[in-house]
Nanobody, 126 residues
Framework: QVQLVESGGGLVQAGGSLRLSCKAS??????????MGWFRQAPGKDREFVAA????????YDQDSVKGRFTISRDSTENTVYLEMRSLGPEDTAVYYC?????????????????WGQGIQVTVSS
């Protein structure tokens, strides 16, 4: 099992930026072997895919919600995945979740992931 801890959330004004971090750990854990995803859930809505990155560095984005504003990256020396968010708007307000799985496909589907962080709040004020 993989433990995931998110950080970097908070309150930001519209047009601002935030960087979320997710540190992964576990017994006999090999960070490179895991694809990492970011999802978000706004009040009253389903948890939706934001971005994912494979161990090789290949990335996926939900273009409708991200629209070129978000960048996912990973640092294997720190076992950490990042989500850089720019030009934030009130529609980005949500709890953001980090997820991990050994799978290389289906990364846009939350059912793919076995391990999840506790989530972190991002609030964008207008």
């Amino acid at each position: 099992q993989v433990q995931l801890v998110e950080s970097g959330g908070g309150l930001v004004q519209a047009g601002g930026s935030l960087r979320l971090s997710c540190k992964a750990s576990g017994d006999s854990f090999s960070f490179y072997s895991y694809s990492m995803g970011w999802f978000r859930q706004a009040p009253g809505k389903d948890r939706e895919f934001v971005a994912a990155i494979r161990g090789s560095g290949g990335t996926l984005y939900d273009q409708d919600s991200v629209k070129g504003r978000f960048t996912i990256s990973r640092d294997s020396t720190e076992n950490t995945v990042y989500l850089e968010m720019r030009s934030l708007g009130p529609e980005d307000t949500a709890v953001y979740y980090c997820a991990a799985d050994r799978s290389l496909v289906g990364l846009e589907d939350r059912r793919t992931y076995d391990d999840w962080g506790q989530g972190i709040q991002v609030t964008v004020s207008s």
